[in-house]
């Protein structure tokens, strides 16, 4: 959800900053802009709606620079338009300022501050720049006016903000709060940018910045000041992660790439979290704060909340502690009641969500022990959370997740086994993670061979189809919500994941003439009723498709799953859900890995 680079100090400003947005492209965006200026005199402001490959057409051969900053704008305030697209320009032109996040009190400001000023956007983010832009105007030097404005934003706005002086055009405004923004350490120049990823072709050591802290970066100079105005001092973290691994190499959507990526990263996670000797490398002192909790409140938002639903179970299951799932921007406002010693663990991806991060807050003033679990070393719910456990899956650039949940659950059964072994609890201890997690492993890999017979099932059933559900029982519902996700966001198919025994108390009468109804039967214990659940629904015309575990199996259904342990089913059901609606998308025609209206890293409440 909107990009923001910036750099000062290279002479190759454009291509610098437009291969970094191109690089953030994956988060969703439907605007984009940048400003360059060449310290001389020269500048130039480009802005379009839709796509990055829009905004290159206009960027015409004499456009260049030593300094810019560049944006990608996902609407909030405002429609998609070239006149809400970042860069803003303050009312006399002389300060351009991109901007991530909300101001939520940028009309009680407009109206205070800047009743006569001529606003050029609906947006909420033109409102910084022209206080600046006024606060300047009043004797105020560039920094003061900035920092001023700054002050002015409430307790609820989100920042990242970059900004130029016209009049001095050698400097880089820098500001943050909530949304993330780190600092590229190059040689000769510097950079700036919303996600290491845009700018790993030019450096892979980054300055984190923390909440409300400023800067002021030169080419040859950062210089970081917390919200009191002191100096601060921070070393540089390395990122060690190769620019090419968020390359699609030979693909062509990174959405078929991170599906047939999972295999891998189920070994990967092997390799990271279990010893040869089959002990678990998870910090005992984050083993000890969970057994000494009463509760697990597991916080995430969409499909990591999914994930969540299934370490309910594996919690549960292994580590004995009773454990709820909590949408996050639910828990946020409407809090449960909670238990006396409770400990959070949070869900994502992208470590960035801000409804999962307005959770972790609260949490963290009432003084309660987290984890975050995430794919993103360094994102902001690590920071913030008292443990972090890496998903260790490669960069997720699809918007669509999927082997990020994936992931999230095979780290859930690992820390879940590791609670339990350190109980000595027996069900934890057969529990053999490595061979469990292999099967997996090698399960998934022959599902995602068989790919082309999923490719034909969506062709013959949703191409055409208006609506769709999937159905499940116990688990076997949690992998049916997250389907029912997935083949929404990228097909637009209206999709409803539903407990297939609930159905029939209402729902049923959506059922027509070919209404696609897929069915997921890991779970021996209520596969019979889920069956007369699909009678019921072929008795109504519905085509049925079956995903089904392979104990399970009836001849005439249509997807069968390799065997892998009861409560790790949803990692193989969820394969051929993935690639049914990566099919389907395709088959319609759409954008696969940038599906409308959707941001990979939801920045906003
Ligand atoms: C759906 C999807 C979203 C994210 C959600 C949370 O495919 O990707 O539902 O799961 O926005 O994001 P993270 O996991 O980054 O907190």
Redesign the pocket.
Known sequence: MCGIVGEVGNDQAVSLLIHGLKKLEYRGYDSAGIYVNDEHGQDYLIKTKGRIAELESKITDDVHGTIGIAHTRWATHGIPSAANAHPHVSADGRFYMVHNGVITNFKELKQEYLADVDFKSETDSEVVVQLVGKFADEGLSALEAFKKAISLLDAGSAYALLMIDRENPETLYVAKKKSPLLIGVCDGFNVVCSDAMAMLNVTHDFIELHDGEIVELRKNEIKIQDAQGNAVERKPFHVSQDASASEKGGYEHFMLKEIDEQPAVMRKLIQEYVNEDGTLKIDQELIDTIKASDRIYIV????????GLVGHELLEKFAKIPTEVHV?SEFAYNRPLLAKKPFFI????????A??RQVLNQMNELNYPSLTI???PNST?SREASFTLLLHAGP?I?????K??TA?IAVEAILAKAIGMDNHDQAALDFDIRKELTKVANGMQELVDEKHKIEELAAKYLVKTRNAFYIGRAIDYDTAIEAA??LK??SYIQTEGFAAGELKHGTIALIEEGTPVISIITDQAVAAHTRSNQEEVAARGANVISIVSESLAHSGDQIVLPEVHPLLTPLVAIIPAQLLAYYASEQRGYDVDKPRN?????TVE
């Open positions: 995430a938002a969409g499909t990591s909340y999914h994930a996050a949070f869900l994502t991806q992208s470590g960035e969500t409804d999962s995430t794919n993103v719910l997720e699809a918007v669509a997740s999927t990020a949940y999230q996700l997935k966001e990228v959707l941001a990979k890293s939801v």
